[in-house]
């Protein structure tokens, strides 16, 4: 362009443009996101400097971000209405990688270290749209000022700076992106929708959608977070259709947890349960769903926000403290993360808790549909084994209805000394076990567990309120102590002279197929069983643990 002052960036740009269209991002929509997000903190910027200075008066024109997409040209602008740029702003902000994150990096990459590996962990924010542009234009008023400038560069080293045209904007910026070949699609209105939707839907600034040489614009993103507003100010219904949009869902949440954590880090959540179970809970690979945004940018759903055995809540976590750029690894194993974590489980735990207590038939609801998956916590996560408990529910065989550890523990026998399990496929099939002979004889509570992660905390758990967990299948029943409820039928007491003639023939016919015949107390009517040993993998365990080998 003539007139135009050509000048080179200040930091080894061209090094990093270079490296980040290669590798930077896998995912090349989050672009737009940059764009979007800066677009955004210029409204908010001079909405804040506006309060403060009057003569940044911004009129009655309210504060939004359209973005203009023209297929025939091939260019994709997003237009706003804050700060704006004067020309020494322009060639430091777009011209120099000014960012402390960003200088760190360009330092890091001149001691030769891995690029690639690096780059993640910084910012590179503007440069980002040198993915998909063969050029970008950013055309710029100083909220204020008389004159626009124009900044332009192909990203291979240099930018130009001069006098922008008349179609300058007003005030604010205009990014022009002019699309390379192979990132056209950017240009057509409902691939850029489906953007916004993923990575943008909840920016706190409006965002519209126009084709080029049309007056016409659709609004796609209104410009209130919900998580932002307070609890008081959502209907029901608002939470409901948000939890629908978020988690692809039909049916409303049975739980929803909005709250502002406030102290050493600020976040917001709003986190929803299911109301019922989805089909992919059961998945191998356990991952979450929680969305992680920092100050109302989509950051990822990738991010280890709850643990595994709460896989299946639903919601965003707004971080103020937070980067914008994360590395994965940042994402998997960091302090801010990890403290959230913590918080945020905590929270679930104690809303399940209220919950339970105030309205069981909701809760009971909630623990059908993903009880067995919450008990992976029991193991996982011995420190919340406590608070687990607390809302565990389990049948047993007192018959219908959901009983807790505090209820069935009050209800336990004169001299009872455990409490007692049995481990299977299905309740009918548990129920009926002759194991359960003895117990029902004495009246005492059995927990029938059914899920396969039964197996595996009951090995672990310890005990509850200082009685241990025993399987009615494992060991010596000890039962004697306790004394029958029920007289026994079948009339006179066998000769113990008898009894141990038997138990030696059976022994002998049976040989080392058992390692042991013993008389007990555990059965009432059926005349034999057979149990595991006491200190070895109980016989349910056996079985899950020959199938998974298969
Ligand atoms: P960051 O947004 O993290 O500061 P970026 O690389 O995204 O880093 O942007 C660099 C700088 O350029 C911003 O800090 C801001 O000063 C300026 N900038 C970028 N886009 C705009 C815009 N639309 N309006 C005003 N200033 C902008
Ligand atoms: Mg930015």
Not at 371 to 399: Q, S
Request: hydrophobic share 40%.
């Amino acid at each position: 362009a003539g007139g135009a002052e050509t000048r080179p960036f200040a930091a080894d740009v061209a090094q990093i443009l270079k490296l980040m269209v290669h590798s930077v991002y896998s995912d090349r929509d989050v672009f737009l996101r940059e764009l979007l997000s800066n677009a955004a903190d210029a409204c908010e910027k001079l909405r804040h400097l506006s309060l403060i200075d009057d003569t940044l008066a911004v009129g009655a024109e309210p504060f939004g971000i359209v973005i203009e997409v023209d297929g025939d040209n091939g260019t994709l602008a997003v237009i706003d209405n804050g700060i704006g740029m004067s020309r020494e702003e322009l060639t430091e902000n777009l011209g120099t990688i000014a960012r402390s994150g960003t200088r760190a990096f360009v330092e890091a990459l001149s001691k030769k270290e891995d690029g690639s590996a690096l780059i993640g962990q910084f910012g590179v924010g503007f440069y980002a749209a040198f993915m998909v542009a063969k050029e970008v234009v950013v055309t710029s008023r100083r909220a204020g000022a008389a004159e626009a400038w124009t900044w332009r560069s192909d990203g291979a080293g240099t930018f130009t700076v001069e006098p922008a045209g008349d179609d300058a904007p007003a005030r604010g910026t205009r990014v022009t992106v002019v699309l390379a070949d192979d990132a056209r699609d950017y240009a057509d209105a409902f691939r850029v929708e489906e953007v916004v939707r993923t990575h943008a839907a909840h920016i706190p600034v409006p965002i519209a959608i126009r084709t080029a040489g049309s007056a016409e614009s659709r609004t796609l993103v209104d410009g209130t977070a919900l998580w932002t507003r307070s609890r008081s100010s959502v209907t029901p219904e608002e939470y409901a259709e948000f939890f629908k949009t978020l988690a692809g869902e039909t049916t409303d949440p049975a739980l929803t947890v909005h709250y502002r954590a406030e102290g050493r880090q600020d976040y917001s959540v709003l986190a929803f349960v299911p109301g019922r179970t989805p089909f992919d809970l059961f998945n191998p690979d356990r991952k979450g769903r929680m969305k992680l945004y920092v100050r109302r940018v989509f950051i990822t759903d990738e991010a280890a926000l709850l643990p595994g055995w709460l896989r299946f809540v639903r919601g965003v976590v707004d971080s103020e403290d937070l980067p914008l750029n994360l590395s994965r690894e940042m994402l998997q194993s960091n302090p801010l993360i990890d403290a959230i974590r913590k918080g945020l489980t905590g929270r679930i735990l104690t809303e399940l808790e209220k919950l339970a207590e105030n309205d069981a038939a909701s809760f009971l609801k909630i623990w059908d549909a993903f009880g067995a998956v919450i008990k992976e916590g029991l193991y996982e996560e011995p420190d919340r084994r406590d608070a687990i408990f607390k809302i565990a529910r389990f049948r047993t065989t007192r018959g219908e209805g959901w009983r807790t550890l505090a209820e069935i523990l009050a209800d336990k026998k004169e001299n009872q000394t455990a409490l007692y399990y049995v481990l299977g496929e299905s309740e009918a099939a548990v129920a009926t076990s002759p194991h359960l002979e003895g117990y029902r004889a004495r009246g005492i509570e059995v927990m029938l567990l059914t899920d396969p992660v039964d197996a595996f905390w009951v090995q672990t758990a310890l005990g509850y309120e200082g009685k241990p967990f025993r399987s009615v299948t494992q060991g010596s029943a000890d039962l004697d102590q306790i004394p029958l409820t029920a007289p026994q039928e079948g009339g006179e007491e066998a000769k113990a002279g008898d009894v141990a003639a038997l138990v030696a023939l059976v022994k002998q016919s049976l040989g080392d197929k058992v390692s042991d015949v013993r008389t007990s107390a555990r059965l009432a009517t059926s005349p034999v069983c057979l149990v595991a040993p006491e200190f070895g993998p109980d016989r349910q365990l056996e079985k899950l643990l020959s199938r998974s080998g298969e």
